[in-house]
């Protein structure tokens, strides 16, 4: 299959372009600030729409300046370290969904702390929306024509065009099924059962952890890095760790209701 030919802007004017990605990352915040405010409501937190307008500001810069300093760390700091300035050029693309982590569980904690409410009750306004931005970011690398898989000879291969004249996964769509619908579910599935606080959070880090990890085997490595211990990538190593991570943490938590019930 041929690389659909879709533009990577919806529209341009002179030489500033209006990007399908960037569109992505507006619609991802949108959708959080809607299921935030609606569960702040639901759980009856003190948090006016200013809050949840000034919660979502606060985890978007937290989040975007996360993801361009963990790329520049994770996958290509010989470079930056070269070209620091470099950093700061966002329109050149690199971004880590690690280092985007990194950046909003701060921004989430600064939220927090000026508002004297728990980082876990934070987290579960904002998780379960995390998802939808997940999802529509990898159709937007989908689109852009970037990050696409290895080469294979399944019959959805697509030859992309910076990929060279051999047919690859559309490893973007794999990632934008898991990650996106496929997570979103799960969270709300895990919402929906009355779990603690914080489990939701812990559920997510687990299961993007595991979707990410399964994908890798099917995504082109970085070329800058290639292959670490000749078999996992640098995707893999960050996400290996954090399925562990949150795994174990969700099933403290789930123990820690399970043992108060019985007490009580």
Known sequence: ????????????????????????????????????????KRKKLPLTK????????VLALGLIVGARFGYALFYNVSYYLANPFKVFAVWEGGMSFH????????????????????FFQ???LITPAAPIG?????????????????????????????GGPLPRHPSQLYEALLEGPVLFCLLWLVRRSKAPAG????VFLAFYGLFRTFV?????????????????????????????????????????????????
């Open 216 to 264: 890798e085997f099917f995504r082109e490595p970085d070329q800058q890095i290639g292959y670490l211990f000749g078999i996992f990538t640098m995707g893999q190593m960050l996400s290996i760790p954090l399925f562990l991570f949150g795994t174990t943490m969700a099933v403290i938590f789930w123990r820690k209701k399970t043992v108060g019930k019985k007490q009580g």
């Open 50 to 57: 200013d809050d949840i307008a000034d919660l979502i500001f």
């Open 1 to 40: 299959m041929q690389f659909p030919e879709i533009r990577p802007y919806i529209f341009k004017i002179g030489t500033l372009e209006v990007r399908w990605y960037g569109l992505m990352y507006i619609l991802g915040f949108l959708a959080t600030y809607l299921i935030a405010l609606s569960e702040a």
């Open 199 to 202: 489990v939701v959070l812990w």
């Open 134 to 162: 997940l999802g529509l970011g990898r159709l937007g690398n989908f689109i852009n024509g970037e990050l696409f898989g290895r080469v294979t000879d399944v019959p959805w291969g697509i030859v992309f065009p910076s």
């Open 99 to 118: 280092g985007g982590l990194i950046g909003a569980v701060l921004a989430a904690l600064y939220f927090g702390r000026k508002k004297k409410i728990g």
């Open 122 to 124: 934070i987290a579960d």
